[in-house]
Antibody, heavy 121, light 106 residues
C-alpha cells in the first residue's frame, strides 16, 4: 500500500526544538521530491518546505526560513523536518506530502495523515 | 508571493445541484493551478491538476477550467460524499493556497 506515516509531533515550549519524521512505503521514495505542508487549527493550508529527490534543491517558506531544516534519508525511506526556535504561530497539523516528480513541481499527489505540533508555554 | 483569492468561503447546496467555486491569482500563473478536496478530519487529496486535468480515479462530475489569473472548479451534480473543503493552489512559483471553500448539503 502506498502510504506516508508522519510522526514526531507534540507539545513544546516557545523557543524550543522538535523533529518531525515521515516514513514512506509502497513507492520508490528516491524517485520523488517531498514536502511538508501545515494547517493551523481551523485554518487553511500552508506549504512549509520541499526537497528534491537528490537533495540538490531545497525550498522554504519565508515564515520558517532560517529556523526549519528539511532532510531525507534514502536508506530509511524517510523525510524529516528539524524545527528550531519554535513560535506559537507554528502550531499546526504538519503533513508529509509527496511530489509527483523527481524535481520540485509542487503537485502534491499523496499526503500523510499529519502530526500535531503545539507550541505553548 | 502570489496571492490566491477563493470564493465563496462557504456554500450550501442540494444533492444534484451544480456547484461552482472560483479562484483568482494575483498574477498570471498560466495553467499552474491545482484543486484539492479535504474531507472533515482527513488529509487533502489532489482532484485536478494543471487547471483542468482530472487526477486518476477522480469522478467525472468534478471539473476545472481557466488560465492566467481566473479559474473555476465545478461539481456537476453534488453528491453527499462531496461534503468537504476545497482548496485551489498555484504551482507556478513557491506554492500558495486559496483560503478554501466549505461545501455543505442544504
Amino acid at each position: 500500500e502506498v502510504e506516508l506515516v508522519d510522526s514526531g509531533g507534540g507539545l513544546v515550549q516557545p523557543g524550543r526544538s522538535l523533529r518531525l519524521s515521515c516514513e514512506a512505503s509502497g513507492f520508490s521514495f528516491d524517485d520523488f521530491a517531498m514536502h511538508w505542508v501545515r494547517q493551523a487549527p481551523g485554518k487553511g493550508l500552508e506549504w512549509v518546505s520541499g526537497i528534491s529527490w537528490d537533495r540538490s534543491r531545497v525550498d522554504y517558506a519565508d515564515s520558517v526560513k532560517g529556523r526549519f531544516t528539511i532532510s531525507r534519508d534514502s536508506a530509511k525511506n524517510s523525510l524529516n523536518l528539524q524545527m528550531n526556535s519554535l513560535r506559537a504561530e507554528d502550531t499546526a497539523l504538519y503533513y508529509c506530502v509527496k511530489d509527483r516528480d523527481v524535481g520540485i513541481t509542487w503537485y502534491f499527489d499523496l499526503w500523510g495523515r499529519g502530526t500535531q505540533v503545539t507550541v505553548s508555554s | 508571493d502570489i496571492q490566491m483569492t477563493q470564493s465563496p468561503s462557504s456554500l450550501s447546496a442540494s444533492v444534484g445541484d451544480r456547484v461552482t467555486i472560483t479562484c483568482q491569482a494575483s498574477q498570471d500563473i498560466s495553467n499552474y493551478l491545482n484543486w484539492y478536496q479535504q474531507k472533515p478530519g482527513k488529509a487533502p487529496e489532489l482532484l485536478i491538476y494543471d487547471a483542468s486535468n482530472l487526477e486518476r480515479g477522480v469522478p467525472s462530475r468534478f471539473s476545472g477550467s481557466g488560465s492566467g489569473t481566473d479559474f473555476t472548479f465545478t461539481i456537476s451534480s453534488l453528491q453527499p460524499e462531496d461534503i468537504a473543503t476545497y482548496y485551489c493552489q498555484q504551482c507556478d512559483t513557491l506554492p500558495t493556497f486559496g483560503g478554501g471553500t466549505k461545501v455543505e448539503i442544504k
